[in-house]
Nanobody, 123 residues
Framework: QVQLVESGGGSVQAGGSLTLSCAAS????????MAWFRQAPGREREGVAG???????IYADFAKGRFTISKDNAKNTLYLQMNSLKPEDTAMYYC?????????????????WGQGTQVTVSS
């Protein structure tokens, strides 16, 4: 079992920044992916960014150039630095984990999910 706990959400004005954190605990595997997803009211959940055990990173197009995913292996913590935030970034952001490669489209393949942290961006 893996437990994921997100933090760092909040309310910011457009153009502002936030850093989300996801603390992981429990069983670890030699090859795994940790990723961020988000879901806005009335919209489907979408992948934001993912990073695997080897450090390979993928981003959704809307995240490229504005968001940065990283992880601190010593702290078992995943981060998402979000800059130049827009109102359309408003959503609940979730941390998720799966074994092997990352995917931002196969959310059903993620075995573990956090409870989410709300990000609200006002214009």
């Amino acid at each position: 079992q893996v437990q994921l706990v997100e933090s760092g959400g909040g309310s910011v004005q457009a153009g502002g920044s936030l850093t989300l954190s996801c603390a992981a605990s429990g069983q670890t595997y030699s090859r795994a992916c940790m990723a961020w997803f988000r879901q806005a009211p009335g919209r489907e959940r979408e992948g934001v960014a993912g990073i695997d055990t080897d450090g390979r990173i993928i981003y959704a197009d809307f995240a490229k150039g504005r968001f940065t995913i990283s992880k601190d292996n010593a702290k078992n913590t995943l981060y998402l630095q979000m800059n130049s935030l827009k109102p359309e970034d408003t959503a609940m952001y979730y941390c998720a984990a799966k074994w092997r490669e990352c995917s931002l489209t196969m959310d059903w393949a993620y075995n573990y999910w956090g409870q989410g942290t709300q990000v609200t961006v006002s214009s």
